[in-house]
């Protein structure tokens, strides 16, 4: 076990954080050249009393500032269905913006955000507050909305990759 600070480097931090299993799950959000969304490694509930949510947004993250401008988002659980979804959205050259979403199956919810079709459930919410540090951002959203997939398998990150 390391216990200097020094010694946990990026590739070490993901290795650390690599020992939890995740829900694969993208954020979305509509902005005004139309849907973006990212990966997201970090999003997780805050509170059930308000209903928040919490997401970590890399500060380089193009559609971080469509989330602040549009004040909503959806948090979107891939079920094993959504595999393309994750490819396209996690592959390094795939394309940016609404370009992203062409070809997939999506809809929204109360907010407009995008909802995609293949998932276990998504979460929709308005955005309420943020702190940035470090080069990233936790945005808090509550959730005014949400649909569940009872029977949908969910596509889980484990370890680095995604468990088939």
Same mark, same amino acid.
């Given at each position: 076990?390391?216990?200097?600070?020094?010694?946990?480097?990026?590739?070490?931090?993901?290795?650390?954080?690599?020992?939890?299993?995740?829900?694969?799950?993208?954020?979305?959000?509509?902005?005004? $050249?139309?849907?973006?969304?990212?990966?997201?490694?970090?999003?997780?509930?805050?509170?059930?009393?308000? =209903?928040?949510?919490?997401?970590?947004?890399?500060?380089?993250?193009?559609?971080?500032?469509?989330?602040?401008?549009? $004040?909503?988002?959806?948090?979107?659980?891939?079920?094993?269905?959504?595999?393309?979804?994750?490819?396209?959205?996690?592959?390094?050259?795939? =394309?940016?913006?609404?370009?992203?979403?062409?070809?997939?199956?999506?809809?929204?919810?109360?907010? $407009?955000? =995008?909802?995609?079709?293949?998932?276990?459930?998504?979460?929709?919410?308005?955005?309420?507050?943020?702190?940035?540090?470090?080069?990233?951002?936790?945005?808090? $959203?509550?959730?005014?909305?949400?649909?569940?997939?009872?029977?949908?398998?969910?596509?889980?990150?484990?370890?680095?990759?995604?468990?088939?």
């Amino acid at each position: 076990m390391t216990t200097d600070p020094q010694a946990i480097t990026i590739p070490a931090f993901w290795t650390a954080l690599g020992a939890r299993a995740i829900s694969a799950t993208i954020v979305t959000t509509s902005g005004e $050249g139309g849907p973006q969304g990212f990966v997201a490694l970090s999003a997780t509930h805050f509170s059930a009393t308000p =209903p928040l949510v919490t997401v970590s947004v890399s500060a380089t993250t193009s559609a971080l500032a469509g989330i602040r401008a549009s $004040g909503v988002f959806a948090v979107n659980f891939l079920s094993r269905e959504g595999r393309a979804v994750y490819d396209r959205f996690a592959a390094k050259d795939a =394309p940016k913006g609404a370009a992203r979403f062409e070809g997939l199956d999506y809809g929204a919810l109360a907010t $407009g955000a =995008p909802v995609f079709a293949a998932t276990t459930g998504a979460l929709d919410c308005r955005f309420e507050e943020a702190i940035e540090r470090d080069g990233a951002t936790l945005i808090f $959203g509550r959730i005014v909305d949400f649909i569940r997939h009872e029977q949908a398998e969910p596509l889980i990150h484990f370890a680095g990759r995604l468990q088939d």
